[in-house]
């Protein structure tokens, strides 16, 4: 006889993080999230609900199946996959896991959602996003868009991350996450006090400067 895990009951939806692209329909009216792997080009909201992806009329998800919503427990386990080339325009998400959900070692596989949080990249040049513009790419009907400053941005299509969250309804919350630093890179050097040092510096250098042009000048005079 095969055993199994005692049903759980939790009083609170278990929360769950996971990576996901920022997709905006086509006529600019509804704002959603497609995913990066398995369902990728099935767009869903805010709240919602998930489907077989290979048609089949189960509920999701099924024990025998692949399908329904994806999401790890740890959010340092999501940002991991953002590391990754692929994924370095996706966004992460902090959702709410509803309805019944099959839990995994290291996350859940689950039939429905709350998408409660986005926090969007960097811009791909490293400097605090400002916008959101259109990738180049996406579904048929929507249009895949990405963390951008205001430069990068251009005079492609795009759209402000309030006008994004207000969109997609549901009190969805999107936050910025600070542009990332190497240590030892010129972005760990813009606090005041490391600015005053710079500039101390370089007077410093540039007084060393000055009194050799004049010590040259006078040498020849005589």
Known sequence: MRLRLPAERPKEPPTGYKIARLALSQDGARAGFTGVSLGAALPYGVLDEAHCVYGRRHAAPHRRCDCGFHCV????????????????????????????????????????????????????????????????????????????????????????????????????????????????????????PELLAEAALLQARLDLFQGELARLAGDGKG
């Open 73 to 192: 427990h740890e959010r340092a386990a999501a940002e991991a996959f953002l590391c990754t080339a692929e994924h370095r325009g996706a966004a992460l998400l902090e959702v709410r896991v509803l309805g019944a959900y099959i839990r995994f070692e290291r996350g859940f596989r689950y039939a429905r959602q709350r998408v409660r949080t986005v926090t969007v990249r960097p811009c791909r040049c490293g400097v605090r996003a400002a916008v959101l513009a259109d990738a180049g790419w996406g579904r048929p009907g929507w249009r895949v868009i990405e963390g951008a400053c205001g430069t990068c941005a251009g005079r492609r299509a795009s759209v402000r991350l309030a006008e994004f969250a207000r969109l997609a309804g549901e009190g969805l919350t999107v936050a910025v996450a600070r542009p990332e630093s190497v240590p030892g890179s010129p972005s760990e050097a813009m606090g005041v």
